[in-house]
Each structure stands twice: as structure tokens, then as C-alpha cells.
């Protein structure tokens, strides 16, 4: 909730029926981040390849492309399985509900009716994880650049002090390297469960 | 300011004045205006400055060598010599610059330099100067000169220094000194290059080493390249001619030195090869002629090599000579050995032969002579022995060894056998001769003697063997008498078999003559006098045999006349028959007296027993023997008559008993009550047996013997019963009844006292004299008594009659009482039966009513089941949002809201939550009452069950002021097997229950352990453990009536209740439910105003498999499975083999967990990684545009891992905005099955656009028809590619679109017929 974030995250919320994503936008509404409705897995899957979501939230029971099969796609696809997803259900649900979520790979499975507050909680942690990993890639790239670069000079300037700068940039690649697994350990950290419950 | 130009001239008065007017003005002033000149000054005259003029002249056009002289004094003259000076300056400078020209130009001393100038200032400047110029000019190149000199020594480390000094040389000199040093090192490169290659190749021998000519430019490039090759070109020609000779060298004739060669390489090439030529045909020679000599043995052969000569000539004579040689000494040795070999051994060899060929020929030679002395001793010692027989004689052969040695021992060994064994054999014949057979021969033989010896030793045993016999059957048959024995000689022939044969002959014939005798004797004396001596017998065998055959003869007619009236007499009954024998006398004749009297008078006593026999047996008793007989017939005659007499009696008392016995029998038949039985009996018997009086006594059934006699029937009974002695129905026994019963034995009184009872008539009354008492058995049970009573004593005959007939009484009795309970079980069954089929028609009816009933009630409830879930499902849907957002609105985080509105937010959440609530206990209740409650036990600390408990109602208890404990008991188990959930449900249940009902005091929640004995439940009764859950409150408490029903559902303790205190009042009853899958119960008490108990009993293990946890409900369902799988279109049905990859290849690092059966792949992703495809796809960016979002999904995942990025649209107008934004995308996927604008149109509005004319636009759909790529092509697009996708495919489509100029496409690509020229947006 840092007051400094410049851009909106995107939160997919998905759901056949009205009533639920007017719900759930009066929950996250306060968020202040941008909402974009689903109505089916399909449009979910549909929204995934438009734009970037900070986090999903997904019905399980849906006709069609019911939740499971949703997250699955999502999870399966290399350029959205990172994002987390958090499924919801009804609380008559089968006691294996849960598990199959969860060895789809979802990163939290809650029980409808939902405390406002702890949606809202969960929601948080994924976005302030989003963020990060937006500052990371920004940085990444930022350091890709000036590597680029320090290359360019490099080789403009014959016969300087070439090690030097090949220690440099060995350097800064090192960085950008442990920059980026911090990255990808960030964005496929998922909250223990039970923390969450 | 010098002016070294200016020539000194000598005054000279012929130069005309006026020849430099102006010079004499400009002159220079400095040198004019000395001061002393002042002092001559004004009076100079002009003809004295004229020679000092025209010198001045002279220095001025170059000539330094002028000088004036002669000037008088004064002022020119001082001039003349500042004069002078001044040209000699100027001439020392022009002499010594030439000077040093002449030795740096024509001499090339470059050490030369100015000397000095006398002058001073700018003289000495300028000497400097040029020395320092010449200096700058000599240092590098005497520099240059050293290298120079070094490389012509050979030295090509030494460089050109450019520096001078401390200065760095510039310019040309510096270029100088670069080229000189490049030179250097080029020469210094080039030579070391070919000295290694030199070394290499000329001293280590290292063919095939090269210059390296990297670096090297120009001629030094075109001389190394020139050695580069003169070495490969010599490594080619010295390898090959190695080759040869390394060839030639393991004897390999067949290699030329082929390598193309020229000059003296060549030559050396030729010589080689002619010298291998040559070799060849040498060595082909000396191989046919050693083969021939060695191999196939042809001597003589001799080697013909042409044109050779030298040391090859002396060769191939020396290789024929010695072949000649060798021929000669073999063929004489083979000679000699040839005559060895035919038995003339007097040849010898006589060749020449030196070396091992005459150590082979004196060999050979004694071994010729060794042979012919040992022949001809063999021969003598076989003359001897063979042919004179002089056994014994012995071979000597003096000087023999080794193998010959062998041969004379063993000859000797021979001689001295063959002695031994005839030896031995002669002995053994003359023993044979003598009669001894006992003799064998033992001497060790072989061969033919062996043989002999065998025949000899056979023979001897054959002997023994005969002689043994012939011995044996005349022993047997002349001393023992054992007729028949025969000599059994094995393998014998010739006289011995006639021998053998004459003897068992006789022997034979001695037997059949005595047996016959013998026979004939038996039989008689057997008593058969059929039999005659046959036999053909002579002499005195012929007498005894006719004497034999008389003898018999009379016998046989005596014996057979004699048992002719035996058998009339004694087997036909013909009494009376007499024999008669003729001829015979003496003892004979007695004899057949004697049997004629016999005879006779057995047939009168016989025939007298005979009568009497034939009547009684014709039943006429009254007869008896009269004849008068003796002896043992007398005794015959009175049996028989006292056994007729017997007869008679015996035969009269039978009858009358069998008579009644079958008479009574008869009448007792056919009856069934046991009274008329006994009545019938009692009339019947008691007149049979003379009795007066009788009375029949009956067993009850079933009492114990001796007991229960009831009197049934009487005989002469009915008339005095004052006395009462009879007993009624119900006297117990009597004295002697009870005792036959008792004993089952007939008790008969003789002699009864006057007193014991009277027998009246009408006319009076006596006492019996006897009386009997017969028990009626059966299988011995007593079934009855019968008395009787006579004024006569009972006969024997009585008695047994009674003896017999109370058998039949009780057959009789036991059938009628059996009969009548059989009959009475029978009646009474088909009465129970009868009963039976109307109980079980009216179940029949009943159970098919419930039977229907319970079918509709299934599907009532089922209906009913499936009608809460759904409605529960229904009703909490929209609850689900409705409480999200009310609770939202009693957050009231903006403060919008009054707080009455507030208030009415709470209230709504709270009705929706109880809504909620109610709803989740009715589908709780009817997947209870449907059997669908699943109970999924596991290990469960009871400290968990009770932190949550503890968590979930403390604050609860806390806010209403009740104080809340929770005790465990001490031997409590610290770990349970049940289902958490379920526990908790419960006791969640009865604690809010209590903390509801509750209004002061508090709650407590107790675990203790108790004994599981005293339950209904069977899984309490039989568990280890069971807990027992109290929860106890100080509450309103519960009457007892409504105790009694407060776990049906819908039922709280008051109808009221509900109003003040909530709830739906499906808890206890949902907690019983859940309680009883648990393998427990909930037990309730309560006094109203003081407060509840409720106590949960579970064992503390649930036993496993309870309610049979619905088919599977245990199991995991297999993980993330989507609930359906979603294949493709027609993905099933399209499979080319080998189109579409195991997704794993792709997709491999995905979780494994998310089976991947339906997204399709590439099998060759490695091959899209790499090459062209890799340097084409990588990076691009490309437009799908579909509304099937799995297709899109699985495209973008495939094109992603190639490395293109995806961009997506719906909808066609979608993709034409996107191509708007984007206008870095290189291309486009096009499915042509999309709602609203089809993939056609899009394509055409795409092309319509100028910037997007030559986009390359690839088709997809999903139905391959013939039309549509036609249609595709037609409407814009480039290609086309039929879904589903086969992976490869499309992206070798797509690597032929993106980059058109490699144009080896995928072989099923037909180039499409609208040329199109797709430009590279890259």
C-alpha cells in the first residue's frame, strides 16, 4: 500500500453470476486498482492474453470452463503461470475442492461467504508482490541497458583498458543474473496456505 | 646577418668603377663605420677601396679563395684584412662542408664532420648546425647499417631503434627505420618458418611440416608458399617412395612408387621400381622353385631369372646349385630308402653330401646295416623256432639301440612266449590224453594261441561237463531209482552228442518201462483196474507184465460185481440184488458170500424203517417200527419211533398255539382305540388260556415305568367292585402290575391263597388257583400289564402261548398308540399349516404394500435429497454477494451511512447468516438421511479438538459473563482416531446450544473415559476406549417431556423458545446424526431451572470403514484433473502419426500434475531453436486472431517457447485495431470460423489496408474443406494451415513466410498460386 505506486495493477475477477463480481468489486473496490470482469473461464482466458493481472480470482463453479480447467490453462501457459490465482467456492463444496486448487497450482482457495477484509488482505500481498516484481524487471532492464551500453563503448574505444571493463561488465551481469532469479523466486512465490487461512 | 656569400675579391684596378656604383652605397654600414676609420676617413681615396671592392665582388659571386692585398694602410688596408678574414671563414666553411661531403658521399664516412670554425658566433652556429644536421641525418642510418649488418651476419633479433636519444625520430627517418625493422621482421618470420620446415623436414624427417605464411605478404609469401610446396611435394614423393620400399622391405612386391616425380626423383623413382620389378621376378623365381623343390617335391626344378645380373646372377646360381644339389643327394637317399623299403637292404648311399645331408646319408647307411644284421638274426631265430622247432631259441643282434633293441627283445619276448604257451598246451593234452580233466591251460596267450587256447580249454570243459553228467543220470537212475533224469550236455556235438544221446535213450526206455509198471500198480492199488502194462518191454520185464495184467484183470471183475450190488444196494435202493462172480475161488469166492447175506438183510430192516418213515413223513403218525433188528439198527428203530411219538405231540400243541396266536393277531388288526384293543384281547385270551378272570392294565404315555397303570379293560371283572381292589384311572401301580412293569418279566402265582380274590358267577364265587401277570413290551418299554386268573393251574403250553402273544400285544399297542399320535400330529400341523398360509398371504400383501410404499419414499427422499442440495445451492448463491455486500455496508467505511442504516446493514448480515446457517444444517440433515455424509477419520490430538473449542466459545462465553471450563480427565487418551471435522461440528453445536440457552452461572466442557459395556451401540460396547464429551450448563434447562424429542428435527425444548433464543433447532438432531457415523451417541439430561447435561460418547477409535464412506469419497480424486477434458477440435480423430509430439517435450517442466494430453506440440523443438527457424522466429512478434481461447492458449504457449510473442484478438475487428496499435507485428494467424466479422472479411480488410497490403496472413480453420483454401487464398491470405494445428507444420509455414528468400519450404507446401510478396517487417 505504499502511497508512491504510480500504476494501477490489474485484478481479474471472474464469475457467471452478476450479483458475485458486483461483490467483489464493492470488496476490492477500495484498492483503488483497476477490476476487470470476467464472466466465464473463457473470458477469463481471453483477458490473461490482453493484459497483465496482478492476481486472479476465480470462481470454481462456472459453466463451461469451469474454475479447475481455467486455472490449469492459466497455470500451463508460460507467459501467464505466475500470476496467482485465488479460487473461490461455494462452502458446499466437495472436501477435494481444495486439493485439486491447489495441485492445479492456485495460490489460495477461499470459501464463499468471504470475509470482506480477508479478501481484500490476501488480495494485497499478491499486488505488493506484482509491484516488486515490476520494480525488479524495470531494474533488470534498466541494467540490461547501461550493460548494452558500457558494451558499445567498449568497443569503440580500441586498444583501452579492455579487462577492466570485461571485469566490470562481468560484474554487472552477475547482478542483472541474481536480479532476475530474485525475480522469478518472487513471482513463483506463492503463500503458504495456511498462513492465509 | 653573415653574409658568407659575399666573395673577398683582390682590388683589382681593370674592374670598372662603375661596375657596382650602388654596391659602394650598400655596403654595409657595420663594417664601414669603425670608428678608427674615422681617423683616415675623408682622405681614402677610391682607387685604393677598388681591389678590395672587386674582391668583395668576387666573395660575393662564390669566391671564398679571393683575398686583398697590397692595400696600403690605414682604412682600407684594416678593411682588407677584416677582408681576408672574413673570406677565409667563408672559404675554411665551403672547404670543410665539401670536405665532409666528399668523405659521407664518395668515401661513406658518415663519422666525418666540420671542424671548427675559426670565427666565432654565427660561424661556429653554423658549423654546428650543419654538423648537428649531418648528425641527425647519420645516426639512424649507421642505426639501419648495424641491423642491416646484423641480418647480413645472420642475426635477425636486432631492430632498428627509433628513438634518438631521448627523442622519438619523426618523419621519413622514422618511416625509414619501420621499413627496415617490418623487413627485419618479415625476413626474421619468413626464415624461421622455413628453417622449422627445413628442420622438420631435412633433420628430424617430419614430412608434410609447412610455413606458416600468415604475415607474410608479397614475394616472401610467394618464396614461402614455393618451399610450402616444394615440401609437400617432396614429403609426397620421399612418403611414397617409403611407402615402396617399406613395402618391399616386409616383402610386399606388388607396390610402385606411382607419385609423380621429375629430375632426379624421378630417376630414383624408376630405380625403384625397376629394382622392385626385378626384385619380383627374383623372388617369384626362387618362390616356384622352393615351392616346387620344398613343396610339391618336383626335384630338378631350376630358376630362370632374365636380365639380371650382379649379385641377382651369382643368386639364382647359387639358389639352382643348391637346388641341383639338394636334388642329387635327396634322390639318391630316396633311393636308398626305397630299396629299404622293398627288403634290399644291401643298397647304400653313395652321393656326395657334406653337412646335415651327410650326417642324413651316414645315418641312413647304418641304419641300413643295423637292419640287415637284425634281419638276418629275426630270420634265423624264426627258422628255428617255426619251421625246426627248436623252442627256446633266441635272437642276438650285438650293437643295437633304441628301437632295434625293442624289436630283437620283443622278438626273443615272441620266441619265449610262443614256447611257454605250446609248452602248455602240450601239457594240458596229455593230461586230456591220460583221463585227467582237470587240466586247463593257464598260460598267458593272445591271438590265435589264444584262440587254442580257448578251444583246448573249452574242449577239456566239455569233457568235464559230459562225463559229469552221464555220471549223474547213471547215479540218478541206476542208485537213486529217479526215473527220467537226462544228461544235459550244453554245446557238445559230434560222438560226444551221440554219446549223450544213447545214454539218455537208454535211460529213457528204462524209465517209460518201470513207469508204466509203476502206473498200472498205482492204479490198482488206487482202485482202478482199468489200466494194462502197454509198455513195449522184453525178457523179464515182458514176464512181470503179463503176470501184472492177469492179476488186474480178475480183480476188475470181482471189484465191479461186487459194486454192482453195492450200488443197487446202497445207491439205487434195489434192496435185494445179489452179485455174482464167476471164476473166482477161494478168498474170492467168500468174499462175494458174505456181501450177498449183507445185502439181504439190510434190505429187509431198511425196508421195514422205510414204511415207517414214508408214513410219518406222509403224516401218519400213529406208526412205529416192528422189525426185528439188532445193534446199531435196533437203536435206529427205537429213535424213530420214540421221534414219531415226539412228533405227534409236539406237533398238536404247535398248532392250537400258532393257531390263536394268528387268530388273535387277525381280529386284533384294523383297530384304533386302545380300550376296544384291550376288551378284544381280554375275551379272546382269557377263554383261550382256561383263565376265569382278566384285567388290562395300560401305560400312560410318558410316565415312568411301573407307574400310571390304568385299568381299561377287564375280563369277568364287573362283578364286585365294593372291594375296590381293582384299580381305577387314576391308582398309581399295584404292588405285582407295577413290579412287571418294572421288571418286564411274566410273574406267575401258583397256588393263590383262598383270600387273595374271589371269581363269582351268579351262582357263586371261588378263589383262583393261579394267576399271571405278563407285562406288554415293546422295544422294552413296558406299555401295559395284563393279569389273569384261573381256578386251573396254566399249562405249559398256556404259558408259552401267553408268552408269545403278549409280543404280539405290545407290536399291536405300540402301533395303535404311535398311529394315534401320529395321527394327532398330523392334525395338528395341517392346522398350523392352514394358519401358516394365511399369516404369510396376509404378509405377502403387506410386505409388497411396504415394498411400494419404500420405493416411493426412496425416490420422495432422493427427490427430496437433490431438492435441498439444489435449493440450497440456489438460496446461498445469491446470500453469498448479498452478505458480502451488507456486511460492506455495516463496515460503512466511508461514513456515508446513518447509523440507522448501519443497523439495518447488521441486521440483514445477521438474518442472511442465519439464513445461510439454516441452510447449511438442512443440507446437512438431508445428506444425512441420504447416506451421504462422508466420515473421513484420521489421527487427532485431543488437545487440537479442545484448543478449538476453547478458541471458538471462550469470547463467546466471556461476552455473556458466564465463566467456560474445559476438564479432561486423567486417564484420557492424548490421541483419538475419528473425524475432526465431525467432532467439532458437534461439540460446537451442544456448546452454543448451552451457552444460548444459558443466562448466569456457566459452561463446562468435560472428556472422561468410560466404559463402553452398557452401550446399545456396538462400536461403543466393542471400542477400547470410549471418551464421553459432557457439556454441562447452569441453563433454562428441559422438561422431560420435550427431552424426549428435542433430537427430532425441527424441534427445540419449547416451541416458543425459538422466538427468544434462535437457531433452527436441527442442531441436536444433525449432532446426533453425525454422532451415530461416528460409532456414538449423545445422551441428554436436564432439570428444568437448574440446568443441562449433554454427553457425547465416541470411542476414542473409530473403527475403520463406518458408514462404508460412499463409493470412493475416501479417495483422492486424481489431481487437477479439469472436469472434463477438453481435447482440441477433432483432436481425436486427426492424428497423423509422427505430426503431433508428446506435449512433454514442450511442455515438460509444467507441473506434473496437470496432465498435458490436449495441448498439441513440436517433437523437433531443439530444431525450431536453432539454425534458420531459430534466427527467423526468435523475437518476431505475430497476431492470433480466435475466438477458441484454448486454441489460442495452446498456440501461444507453442509459439512462445520458440521464442515469438503473441498478441491476441477475438474478434476480426479486434485484429485490425490490435494491427493498428501494434505496428511492429510480422504476422498473422487467421481463424476463419469468428463470430460477428469472419476470418475472410478480416483478411480482406486487413489487405484493403495499404501499410497491411503485404502482412503475411496464414489461415486457420477448422474444418478442412476442399473450398477453403481456395477461398482463404482468394480472400488474402498467404497460406493456410488446417486445424487442428500440427505444430511443425504451421511454424515451418510460418518460417517460410517470415523469411521468403531461403525458399526450401516443407515439402507438403505447394507454392500457393497468388504470387505474393510478403514484405519483412522486421
Known sequence: MSAAAPEKASILIVDDIEENLVALEAVLGPLGQHLVRARSGEEALKAMLRQDFAVVLLDVVMPGMDGFETAASIKRLDQTKDVPIILLTGNDAPTDYAYRGYAVGVADFLIKPIDPWLLRTKVNVFLDLHRKNRQLAAQAEQLRQSVGRLELMLREAEGADAPGFADRIAELERAIHSLRTQQEGAGRQRLPPAALS | MDQPGINIMKLDPDLPASASPTRELTAPPGHLDEPDLTSHGQWVCAAELYPLLSAMNALCDGDFTVRVEGVGEGAPAVMAVVFNQIAARNEHLARELQRVRREVVRHGHLDERITASPGQGGWATSVDSANQLVEALVSPVSHVTRVLEAVAGGDLTQRVDLHDGNRELRGELWRLGRVVNRMVDQLSLFTGQLTQVAREVGIEGRLGGQAEVQGLSGDWRYVTEAVNSMASRLTAQVRDI?????????????????????????????????????????????????????????????????????????????????????????????????????????????????????????????????????????????????????????????????????????????????????RNIAQVTTAVANGNLTQTITVDARGEILQLKNTVNTMVQQLRAFADEVT????????????????????????????????????????????????????????????????????????????????????????????????????????????????????????????????????????????????????????????????????????????????????????????????????????????????????????????????????????????????????GTGQDSRDGRLPGPESPGRGLIAQAAVGKKRILIEDVPPDYFTISSGLGGASPTSAVILPILFEDQALGVIELASFSRFSEVHLAFLDQFVNTIGVSINTIIANSRTESLLSESQRLTAELRQRSDELQSSNAELEEKAALLATASRYKSEFLANMSHELRTPLNSLLILARLLADNPDGHLSSQEVQSAATIYRAGSDLVQLINDILDLSKIEAGRMDVHPRKLPLTKVLDYVQATFRPLAIDRGLTYEIAVGEDVPRELYSDEQRLQQILRNLLSNALKFTAAGGVELRVERVTGAGFEEETLRSAETVLAFSVKDTGIGIT???????????????????????????????????????????????????????????????????????????????????????????????????????????????????PDDTWPGTTRLKEWLTGRPGRVLSGRRILIADDDIRNVFALTQVLGRVGITVRYAETGREALEVLHRHPDLSLVLMDIMMPEMDGYETIRAIRGNPHLAHLPIIALTAKAMPGDREKAIEAGANDYVPKPVDIDHLLSVVCDRLDPQDSSPAADLPATGKPDTPGTRA
Do not use: C
Request: hydrophobic residues 40%; charged residues 20%.
Open chain 2, 1040 to 1154: 422431560p417431556e420435550k427431552l424426549a424429542t428435542i433430537f427430532e428435527a425441527f424441534q427445540q425444548s419449547d416451541g416458543t423458545t425459538s422466538r427468544k433464543y434462535g437457531g433452527t433447532g436441527l442442531g441436536l438432531s444433525i449432532s446426533r446424526e453425525i454422532a451415530g457415523l461416528l460409532g456414538g451417541r449423545i445422551v441428554a439430561e436436564s432439570e428444568v431451572g437448574v440446568g443441562s447435561q449433554f454427553t457425547l460418547y465416541v470411542p476414542a477409535h473409530l473403527p475403520g470403514g463406518i458408514p462404508a464412506a460412499q463409493q470412493g469419497a475416501e479417495t483422492t480424486v486424481p489431481a487437477g484433473s479439469p472436469a472434463k477434458a477438453v481435447p482440441l477440435p477433432d483432436a481425436a480423430g486427426y492424428m497423423p502419426s509422427g505430426v503431433y509430439g508428446s506435449a512433454d517435450s514442450l511442455v515438460g517442466i509444467q507441473a506434473p500434475s496437470i
Open chain 2, 242 to 422: 617409403a611407402v615402396v620400399t617399406t613395402a618391399v622391405a616386409r616383402g610386399d612386391l606388388t607396390r610402385q612408387v606411382t607419385v609423380e616425380a621429375a629430375g632426379e626423383l624421378l630417376e630414383l623413382k624408376l630405380t625403384v621400381n625397376t629394382m622392385v620389378d626385378q626384385l619380383r621376378a627374383f623372388a617369384d623365381e626362387v618362390t616356384r622353385v622352393a615351392g616346387e623343390v620344398g613343396t610339391e617335391g618336383q626335384l630338378g626344378g631350376r630358376a630362370q631369372v632374365h636380365g639380371v645380373s650382379g649379385v641377382w646372377k651369382d643368386l639364382t646360381g647359387n639358389v639352382n646349385s643348391m637346388a641341383l644339389n639338394l636334388t642329387s643327394q635327396v634322390r639318391n637317399i630316396a633311393q636308398v630308402t626305397t630299396a629299404v623299403a622293398n627288403g634290399d637292404l644291401s643298397q647304400k648311399i653313395t652321393v656326395d653330401a657334406r653337412g646335415e645331408i651327410l650326417q642324413l646319408k651316414s645315418t641312413i647307411n647304418t641304419m641300413v646295416d643295423r637292419l640287415s644284421a637284425f634281419s638276418s638274426e629275426v630270420t634265423r631265430v624264426a627258422r628255428e623256432v617255426g619251421t625246426e622247432g627248436n623252442l627256446g631259441g633266441q635272437a642276438q643282434v650285438r650293437g643295437v639301440s633304441g628301437v632295434w633293441k625293442d624289436l630283437t627283445d620283443n622278438v626273443n619276448s615272441m620266441a619265449l612266449n610262443l614256447t611257454s604257451q605250446v
Open chain 2, 472 to 715: 549223474r543220470v547213471a547215479r540218478e537212475v541206476g542208485t537213486e531209482g529217479q526215473l527220467g533224469g537226462r544228461a544235459q550236455v550244453h554245446g557238445v556235438s559230434g560222438v560226444w552228442k551221440d554219446l549223450t544221446d544213447n545214454v539218455n535213450s537208454m535211460a529213457g526206455n528204462l524209465t517209460s518201462q518201470v513207469r508204466n509198471i509203476a502206473q498200472v500198480a498205482t492204479a490198482v492199488a488206487q482202485g482202478d483196474l482199468s489200466k494194462k502194462i502197454d509198455v513195449d518191454a522184453r525178457g523179464e520185464i515182458l514176464q512181470l507184465k503179463s503176470t501184472i495184467n492177469t492179476m488186474v484183470d480178475t480183480l476188475s471183475s470181482f471189484s465191479s460185481e461186487v459194486t454192482r450190488v453195492a450200488r443197487e444196494v446202497g445207491s439205487e435202493g434195489q434192496l435185494g440184488g445179489q452179485a455174482r462172480v464167476e471164476g473166482v475161488y477161494g478168498t474170492w469166492k467168500r468174499l462175494t458170500t458174505s456181501v450177498n447175506e449183507l445185502a439181504s438183510n439190510l434190505t429187509t430192516q431198511v425196508r421195514a424203517i422205510a414204511e415207517v418213515a414214508s408214513a410219518v413223513a406222509n403224516g401218519d403218525l400213529s406208526r412205529s417200527i416192528s422189525v426185528e433188528v439188532r445193534g446199531e439198527v435196533a437203536e435206529l428203530k427205537n429213535n424213530v419211533n420214540l421221534m414219531v411219538a415226539n412228533l405227534r405231540e409236539t406237533t398238536r400243541a404247535k398248532d392250537w398255539l400258532e393257531s390263536n396266536l394268528t387268530r388273535i393277531a387277525a381280529l386284533m388288526q384294523g383297530h384304533r382305540d386302545l380300550v376296544e384293543v384291550a376288551d378284544l384281547i381280554l375275551s379272546e385270551l382269557t377263554p383261550l388260556v382256561d383263565a376265569q378272570f382278566g384285567a388290562f392294565f395300560l401305560a400312560k404315555a410318558d410316565a415312568p415305568p411301573g407307574e400310571g397303570l390304568e385299568f381299561i379293560a377287564g375280563y
